[in-house]
């Protein structure tokens, strides 16, 4: 089933670092039962039970539009919230289908999970890419990037458009919706990210640069928002 977040189960999770760029899973138990049961999350508000029928999930919003799917689903009253990260998602990598095209993807290497942290230089620009313009990982007030959100490189982004690829594929993206908006972040020199390589995830390929803010990065660094 595909149902809301009460707000401060959103908040909750915005607190929380991201599964995947614009992604979470976590398993909870719903009020009144005792069994856990795993769900993924768009944009910290919209969750979808992860289960057989994901696919059936995500064709249905999809064809009906994220608004129109959020506007008629019916919240969710959940307890104990414990977030999954995506080196712990075996079935995930496994939903991976087809052989990727190359496209200046990367093959192989490990997600950025699976890295040590670097310091940025302080020139460098990533990009988040979203199907939200209200994208709940971009603090547009204090203009930054909040702690546990991924983004891409700059470079990468623009490979991708230069291919004519798809963000989708190329960064295993959850919901199947055409990517609409790039945020713009440059870090600071003293902000830190993990670097990697998109892992297959969600039924796609993944091979683009990813790179995860464990801790954000400093007021004033996003500086813009661009159509895709």
Known sequence: MIYKAFPSLTELLVSKPETGMGYQVFDAVRKGRYTKVRFIVYNSELIIELNDNLDRYKLKILNEGYTKIFSQSEFINLEHPTLVMRNELSNLRLFSEG?????????????????????SNGEDIFV??????????????????????????????????????????????????????????????????????????????????????????????YFKKTTY
Request: contains cysteine.
């Open 99 to 119: 052989k990727m095209e190359d496209k200046g993807r990367h093959k192989g290497g490990t997600g950025a999970v699976d890295n040590d942290e670097i310091y």
């Open 128 to 221: 988040r890419l979203s199907v939200y313009e209200n994208d709940r990982r971009i603090d547009f007030i204090n203009k930054k990037l909040i702690p546990g959100s991924y983004a891409t490189t700059e470079d990468d982004y623009l490979t991708c458009k230069s291919f004519n690829d798809d963000p989708v594929d190329r960064y295993a993206l959850p919901n199947d919706e055409e990517i609409e908006w790039a945020f713009y972040v440059q870090p600071k020199s003293h902000d830190k990210y993990h670097p990697g390589i998109v892992q297959p995830a969600n039924g796609h390929n993944g091979g683009g640069v990813e790179a995860l803010f464990d801790n954000g990065t400093s007021d004033h660094t």
